[in-house]
């Protein structure tokens, strides 16, 4: 089957609103090169430090995040900017405030 040269995809019609004292996740994207994930965060919730096979980023859409990078330290992107992560790198998100975020997992 063929892959669609390109993919338009809404975020706002997404309904990536972030739950009251939760997070949210959906696929919004997948193909045999890449998957894209949504995420919503509530202030204060948090994914524990994992690591992923494949690289990733990570883009910050709206809110304010803290991202530990291992043993890179950690940052706080602003909304408009992204992370690359390479494979196995640990990783962690807590949310500062009510957060939307992307990730691109690359195969």
């Given amino acids: 089957m063929d892959q669609p ?3 338009r995809f809404d975020l706002e019609a997404a309904g990536l609103t972030p739950p009251e004292n939760g997070i949210l996740s959906k696929t919004l994207f997948e193909d045999d090169r890449i998957r894209i994930f949504g995420f ?7 994914l524990s430090e994992h690591t992923a096979s494949v690289p990733a980023m990570i883009a910050i859409v709206s ?3 803290r991202v530990g990078l291992g043993d890179d330290g ?11 992560l390479q494979a196995r790198l640990p ?6 405030e009510p957060t939307v975020m992307l990730l691109a997992m690359l195969r």
Wanted: negative net charge; hydrophobic residues 40%.
């Fill in 74 to 84: 950690e940052c706080e992107p602003r909304a408009g900017e992204w992370i690359y």
């Fill in 5 to 7: 040269r390109s993919f």
């Fill in 40 to 46: 919503a965060f509530d202030a204060g919730q948090t």
């Fill in 91 to 96: 990783h962690s998100v807590v949310a500062i």
């Fill in 63 to 65: 809110g304010r995040a």
